[in-house]
């Protein structure tokens, strides 16, 4: 060897070793983050379903109890006299 090229050779020796070197942690770490992901969505999901159920529960309830309140209008005994008067 005459020296020529050799620095491209180490360069790329020194590549390939960080990436087998590297590659597991930085894929341990890339499968963490994702698994805290999965389980960061699935824990705001339950969370909102537990403020949504009780939610929506209340509010149906509460129509259902309207409903029943509401009592038909009862027509009067004896007739109402209504003035029809003329506009000017």
Known sequence: MNGRGTDGLVVGI????CAACCAGPVLGFLAAT??????????????????LVPAALWWIRRSV??????????APEEPVPVEVTARP
């Open 14 to 17: 020194g590549v390939a070793a």
């Open 65 to 74: 109890r309207r409903r029943r309140r509401r009592r038909p209008c009862a």
């Open 34 to 51: 994702g698994m805290f992901t999965v389980a960061g969505v699935a824990a705001i999901g339950a969370v909102g379903l537990l403020v």
